[in-house]
Nanobody, 124 residues
Framework: QLQLVESGGGLVQPGGSLRLSCAAS????????IGWFRQAPGKEREGVSC????????NYADSVKGRFIISRDNDKNTVYLQMNSLKPEDTAVYYC?????????????????WGQGTQVTVSS
């Protein structure tokens, strides 16, 4: 059974950092592009970042550019989202998603598999 599991969320003060992980089981991530999305209370889910299957292509939402870094370790079957200089407006449930193709997209309709999400709360 194909499964994605996010971890690493939590409560952090403004300006702090967190690293989210997205671990795959039941399939190998080598052939899958991955996206990170988030949904804040009362808002629609939005794309945060995405990475191609090889890791050679990465994209970021303007709101996180320069603060977040997406990476992947295919040997560990895991994708990461390093989040630095966190702001209260980054508070949301963060999801990772996978699609079997090379290029990633920030369009959530382009993904077939989703994790259950991990809560990130930025507050003093």
């Amino acid at each position: 059974q194909l499964q994605l599991v996010e971890s690493g969320g939590g409560l952090v003060q403004p300006g702090g950092s967190l690293r989210l992980s997205c671990a795959a089981s039941g399939f190998t991530l080598d052939y899958y592009a991955i996206g990170w999305f988030r949904q804040a209370p009362g808002k629609e889910r939005e794309g945060v970042s995405c990475i191609s299957n090889s890791g050679g292509s990465r994209n970021y939402a303007d709101s996180v550019k320069g603060r977040f870094i997406i990476s992947r370790d295919n040997d560990k079957n895991t994708v990461y989202l390093q989040m630095n200089s966190l702001k209260p407006e980054d508070t949301a449930v963060y999801y990772c998603a996978a699609v079997r193709r090379r290029q990633a997209t920030m369009d959530q309709d382009g993904y077939d598999y989703w994790g259950q999400g991990t809560q990130v709360t930025v507050s003093s």
